[in-house]
């Protein structure tokens, strides 16, 4: 299964800095440019569409940058959107289109035996989506534009400088003979895995190639599988093989035997052979509209902050091709860090350092468990000596057996069971992900398409509605107190009538009380 974005966005040339940790790298001893907007973001892939439009739509003004001419490809890796991303779309209205566009998957089968049944799943998306990416972005950029997002196609990221109060960015145009110079106070790359944005803060990119030589392909079948959705290895081949739901298949096989370049000719007979060994069948595959070759790394960045920039999605974090998780946890990475810049650069917060710093804090130890799990699958799929196959049937075999072990690895995979770091004493909910809560008001996710924290009070009025977050109340007659975050986590809780220590958690995250 594969989930690595194929954000290409801007690169470009280092420029020199001190350390790579410093709030005060790429200082300019040039003069400043004039200010261009408040948001500079380089790459226009899904995490940087989802961030411009969050940020434009919180009413700050979003210039992104993108080194290739406007028009979406549909070339890409990326096709899986999996339940806690779908539920962030949904707070932003786009979910039940996307769903209309997919194919909905609630099972799945691995290594022959292993079956998954995503319905266990509590959210109102208990499936996986199988969605090309370029459907992703076709709505993430619609809305960007929507809120009022402006797109600088063509435009080459050379250098960057920053300063106490803003970033320097200086762009060669397509159709200019001279590179410019734009300003914003912050800037974030999500510019791919050959981020320009992470080179020229000389920020190293550690890791190794996990896979090498996958072809990847979209086929139709002359035979329907068995599993509309399977993953499975045998012999000296893996394969994985799921349905757009448009007639079409997206196959992807790797043999190890056959390891090349990414340059070297592809055809569909290749990958043929490949289904034919992994699962017994080729299932009749013709009239490839698409067949590419590919290699997965696996890396992550040790600083997802420089000062005034950030990294996100593939600049940050990039993983093997197994669950799916490379586009979703670059659009959730997106999720935490719009709504902090939006705080910072709105005064919505009493300490805009500590704000910024919990983006690295939260997202990164995510970027770490990801490269893990799917690192884990991948190696699982590839087992070849007998040792190896023998671990990963024991492995399957208590996965099956095991319900509440299954669910817990689903959940991680889903992204619904992600939670963040929470202070010692705090309410057992806080840092984990709010459920789409039955509100007096709707749904908690369609609350929260304002963009604001959702106090959840109980109906009876014994809590007063504060100024730094949107009042809603409890559906039933639950006497208990919920703060929740823009991006959907559980920011604080009570359980006691009179919501002790409200205030300050409101002081903390939103500046008012």
């Known amino acids: ?57 919180a009413g700050l003004s979003v210039t992104v940058v993108e080194r290739r001419a406007h028009g979406i490809s549909n070339m890409t890796r990326a096709f899986v959107v999996h339940a806690r991303t779908l539920e962030m779309l949904d707070a932003r209205g ?45 709505l993430l950029e619609r809305r960007a534009l929507s809120e009022g997002v402006q797109f600088r ?12 109060e803003g970033v320097t960015a200086e762009l060669r145009d397509s159709d200019a003979e001279e590179p410019v110079s734009v300003r914003a106070r912050y800037l974030v790359g999500t510019d791919g895995v050959h981020s320009g944005v992470r080179k020229a803060l000389g920020l190293p990119f550690p890791g190794v190639a996990v896979i090498r030589s996958i072809v990847l392909a979209d086929v139709r079948l002359t035979e329907e599988p068995e599993n509309m959705l399977t993953v499975n290895g045998a012999g000296d081949s893996f394969a994985f093989i799921a349905p757009f739901g448009d007639g079409y298949y997206r196959v992807m096989g790797w ?34 509209r698409w067949i590419s070759r590919f290699h997965s790394d696996e890396r992550q960045s040790p600083a997802y902050r420089v000062g005034r920039v950030f990294l996100a999605g593939d600049a ?3 993983h093997s091709p197994a669950g799916g998780q490379g586009m979703n946890t670059g659009l959730q990475d997106a999720a935490n860090l719009s709504w902090k810049l939006a705080a910072v650069l709105r005064g919505r917060t009493t300490d805009a350092e500590a704000l910024l710093d919990s983006y690295q804090a939260e997202r990164h130890p995510v970027g770490e468990a990801v490269l893990r799990s799917s690192g884990a699958l991948v190696r699982l799929a590839m ?22 072990a299954a669910d817990k690895a689903i959940g991680m995979i889903s992204g619904l069971g992600i939670s963040y770091g929470a202070e010692r004493g705090s309410h057992p909910l806080t840092g984990k992900r709010a459920p789409d809560l039955e509100l007096a008001e709707g749904r908690l996710y369609e609350v929260l398409r304002r963009g604001e924290f959702v ?27 919920l703060l929740v975050r823009p ?4 920011a604080w809780a009570s359980d006691r009538p009179d919501a002790p220590g409200l205030h300050a958690a409101l002081t903390r995250w939103t500046g008012r009380a």
């Open 1 to 57: 299964m594969n989930g690595t974005s194929n954000s290409s966005g801007s690169t470009g040339s280092t420029s020199s800095s001190s350390s790579p940790g410093s709030a005060r790298s790429m200082n300019s001893p040039r003069p400043e440019a004039p200010l261009t907007s408040d948001v500079l973001v380089v790459g226009s892939g899904p995490t940087g569409l989802l961030l411009a439009g969050d940020l434009a739509a």
């Open 316 to 318: 940050a974090h990039v």
């Open 383 to 404: 087992a070849h000596n007998p040792l190896q196959r023998a671990a990963r049937s024991v492995l399957v075999r208590f996965l099956d057996a095991v319900r509440p």
């Open 94 to 138: 786009l979910a039940d289109e996307l769903v209309k566009r997919g194919t909905v998957m609630d099972r799945m089968r691995m290594f022959g035996r292993l079956a998954l049944d995503l319905t266990r799943l509590r959210t109102r998306f208990p499936y996986l989506l199988v969605a090309p990416q370029y459907e992703v972005e076709q």
């Open 455 to 481: 106090l959840v009070a109980p109906r009876d009025g014994r809590v007063a509605a504060p100024e730094g977050a949107i009042c809603a109340h409890w559906k039933s007659e639950r006497g208990s107190t």
């Open 487 to 490: 991006d959907g986590y559980v």
């Open 255 to 288: 043999n190890r035997k056959r390891q090349v370049p990414d340059t070297a000719p592809v055809d569909l007979d290749e990958l043929r052979t490949i289904a034919r060994e992994a699962f017994g069948s080729d299932y009749g595959m013709h009239d490839a």
């Open 153 to 164: 196609y063509g435009a080459e990221l050379l250098s960057l400088h920053q300063d106490d």
